[in-house]
Structure formats: structure tokens, C-alpha cells
């Protein structure tokens, strides 16, 4: 016959097993519950955000308007901006309900992101792309000075499908030697100058991307006091974002 104390032995171990049970049933149960959690997450960020009439309709209508100023746009003649050169252009409002031919422009003048700048050469062509995107760029004369810091501190570069930043003058020698181009002094000088080398130039380096502005952009031109558009001071903005 088993003493009181072996007794009270086996009821303490019973009972130590007992929670042991209990707890581990209690993990297995809060591990199970936190997969679920995780699982309905992932769920929820797949599935698309699903947009009301009254957000489809206002959105369309955005789009119809802003296909009708683009026309517009294309009607007038300027003959108020430089026929030569280069321009520094500078994008600064984003296009969520942009006509289709905007998106596409900006998209060929390589400004898929706001705050992304690219320099271009003066032609025809690209004044009719520059007149489609107007009211989502700035744009104007940059000096040597500024595109020297913008290649010097912006300047990236795509290597092996990875973008870098360009430090490096065998990089330039490799992409551009049969240019005449072996050194970032060099590149600089055929961006600066709009040579015949220009857009080889242009195409080596990827979009600068540039910081936040100081204040926001207004969304109506400079000429009516607001942002978009031909600027004279160029230089100084983007200075001011590099």
C-alpha cells in the first residue's frame, strides 16, 4: 500500500503533466491561429482594392479633361523657347489619371517616376512630347555647371541588370570608347554641349533621381504664377534637389 507522501508525489507529477499538456496544446493552438492570421494577410494583399462607381466615373472624367487640354496644347505654336541646345526636364507631378498619350510620353522621355530628371536634345520631336506632358515637368536651359553635378552626384549607371552609381572612368571607357568618350569629364562634355554623341551619352546613364523639392510644385503653369512649364531658373531648382 502506497504512503500518503508517495501519494502526494504522483498527484504533484500528474498535475506538473497536466499543464505541460495544457501549454503545449495552448502553443500548438497560438501558432495555428497566427498562420491563419498571416495566411488572410496574404489573402487580403492579393486581392485587388475594389473602386466605387463614384471613383471610376470621377477618374475618367479626369482623364477626358486632361486628353482635351493635351489637344489643346498641340494647337499652339511658341515661339518663346530656345531652338538649339539642350534642355534639363524635370518631372514633378504624378499621372495617375493622365490621358494615355501622356503616360506614353512621359514614359519616352524616360520620366516614369516623379522627380526623376533626363536631359534632352532640341528638336521638334521632342517639343511636341514636351508639349503633351507639360503640366507634369518643368523644363529649361541647364548650364555645364549643373549637368557636371548632376552626373557627379546623380549619375547611375545599369550594370549587370543592376543599377550603380557611375564612379568609375573604365565604366564610361568600356560602354563609350567608340565614341570618343573614356572618362566622365568626357561625358560630361557631350551631354553639356549637345554634340552628335549626345544621346548615346544621355542613354548610358539612367534618369537622375532627384530629392524632394523645398516647397510642393502647384499644379498650374508659370505663367499664371504657378510651377509647370518653361523655366528660366532651372538651374537654381534643381540645384536645389541634387
Known amino acids: 500500500m502506497k504512503s500518503l507522501a508517495?501519494?502526494?508525489?504522483?498527484?504533484?507529477?500528474?498535475?506538473?503533466?497536466?499543464?505541460?499538456?495544457?501549454?503545449?496544446?495552448?502553443?500548438?493552438?497560438?501558432?495555428i491561429a497566427k498562420e491563419r492570421e498571416e495566411l488572410e494577410a496574404r489573402k487580403r494583399a492579393r486581392t485587388p482594392s475594389v473602386r466605387t462607381m463614384a471613383s471610376f466615373i470621377?477618374?475618367?472624367?479626369?482623364?477626358q479633361k486632361n486628353f482635351k487640354a493635351m489637344q489643346v496644347r498641340l494647337k499652339k505654336q511658341r515661339d518663346d523657347l530656345p531652338n538649339d541646345g539642350i534642355l534639363l526636364v524635370l518631372r514633378i507631378h504624378v499621372s495617375v489619371h493622365a490621358a494615355n498619350p501622356v503616360k506614353k510620353a512621359?514614359?519616352?522621355?524616360?520620366l516614369k517616376n516623379r522627380y526623376a530628371?533626363?536631359?534632352?536634345?532640341?528638336?521638334?520631336?521632342?517639343?511636341?512630347?514636351?508639349?503633351i506632358v507639360e503640366p507634369f515637368i518643368i523644363y529649361g536651359k541647364p548650364t555645364q555647371q549643373i549637368v557636371d553635378k548632376l552626373v557627379r552626384k546623380r549619375g547611375k549607371v545599369v550594370r549587370n541588370g543592376i543599377e550603380m552609381e557611375l564612379k568609375d572612368n573604365n565604366w564610361v571607357e568600356e560602354a563609350l570608347e567608340n565614341f570618343g568618350m573614356l572618362c566622365i569629364d568626357?561625358?560630361?562634355?557631350?551631354?553639356?554641349?549637345?554634340?552628335?554623341?549626345?544621346?548615346k551619352a544621355a542613354l548610358f546613364l539612367s534618369p537622375f533621381k532627384l530629392n524632394?523639392?523645398?516647397?510642393?510644385?502647384?499644379?498650374?503653369?508659370?505663367?499664371?504664377?504657378?510651377?509647370?512649364g518653361f523655366r528660366e531658373d532651372i538651374n537654381l531648382i534643381v540645384e536645389s534637389m541634387i
Do not use: C, W
Not at 530628371?117 to 508639349?131: D, F, G, T, W
Not at 561625358?187 to 549626345?198: I, R, S
Open 6 to 31: 508517495q501519494l502526494k508525489a504522483e498527484s504533484k507529477i500528474e498535475t506538473l503533466l497536466r499543464k505541460r499538456e495544457k501549454a503545449d496544446d495552448e502553443r500548438v493552438f497560438s501558432q
Open 58 to 63: 470621377a477618374g475618367e472624367r479626369s482623364k
Open 106 to 110: 512621359l514614359a519616352t522621355l524616360r
Open 117 to 131: 530628371a533626363v536631359l534632352v536634345k532640341i528638336s521638334p520631336e521632342v517639343y511636341k512630347l514636351l508639349q
Open 186 to 199: 568626357d561625358l560630361v562634355y557631350e551631354l553639356a554641349n549637345g554634340t552628335e554623341n549626345f544621346d
Open 212 to 228: 524632394l523639392p523645398q516647397k510642393k510644385f502647384k499644379k498650374t503653369p508659370f505663367s499664371k504664377g504657378g510651377d509647370y
